[in-house]
């Protein structure tokens, strides 16, 4: 069982930064960052391959939003740069195994989420 833990949301400014963490316990293969605003679907924007460190980034954010791994603190991060108003969500991590089929990118590939932290950017 993976627990997931974020810390990090809060209020600011377009153009501003912010940085999300995601403590975690357990094994994990592949983490994500995943936000959800009011009345949109859940949409995964930033994932990384604990193993190999390989990223992938949603053209959104591509560009302006980093997601790293400290392996030591088994703790995951999103810097958000740039940010835009239209970036204002409830931010999620998190984590699944491997997965063998076609939309593993996906929230529905995903068992494991943290709470959610809300991230709001005002123009």
């Known amino acids: 069982q993976v627990q997931l833990v974020e810390s990090g949301g809060g209020s600011v400014q377009a153009g501003g930064s912010l940085r999300l963490s995601c403590a975690a316990s357990?094994?994990?293969?592949?983490m994500a960052w995943f936000r959800q605003a009011p009345g949109k679907e859940r949409e995964g924007v930033a994932f990384?391959?604990?193993?190999?460190?390989?990223?992938y980034y949603v053209d959104s954010v591509k560009g302006r939003f980093t997601i790293s791994r400290d392996n030591a603190k088994n703790t995951l991060y999103l810097q958000m740069n740039t940010l835009k108003p239209e970036d204002t969500a409830m931010y999620y991590c998190?984590?699944?195994?491997?997965?063998?089929?076609?939309?593993?990118?996906?929230?529905?590939?995903?068992?494991?989420w943290g709470q959610g932290t809300q991230v709001t950017v005002s123009s």
């Open positions: 990384l391959l604990t193993g190999s460190g390989n990223t």
């Open positions: 357990g094994w994990t293969y592949y």
């Open positions: 998190a984590a699944r195994p491997p997965c063998y089929s076609s939309n593993c990118r996906s929230a529905s590939a995903f068992p494991y």
